[in-house]
């Protein structure tokens, strides 16, 4: 995940996903928030990435039981 952050584009949903499950086979929930909150850097000035991404993602984080930053309040700091 940190070589395709690096790149200049925003990884693919299925991408993600395989990242959230992968952080949640170790039991990594801070790298599962710490990637979406990369994915959100990435998408930058194009604010309708981000929301999409959520979207597609919505039943992962719903079946691993990860919240996103902004349910934690992360993006009010």
Do not use: F, W
Request: charged share 25%.
């Amino acid at each position: 995940m940190n070589t395709l952050i690096g790149y200049n584009l925003v990884p693919e949903a299925k991408i993600v996903d395989s990242a959230l499950r992968a952080c949640r086979r170790l039991n990594d929930l801070a790298s599962a928030i710490r990637n979406l909150e990369a994915v959100k850097d990435k998408a930058g000035p194009h604010k309708e990435i981000y929301p999409y991404l959520i979207q597609e993602l919505q039943p992962t984080l719903s079946e691993l039981g990860v919240s996103t930053p902004e349910q934690l309040g992360m993006d009010k700091l």
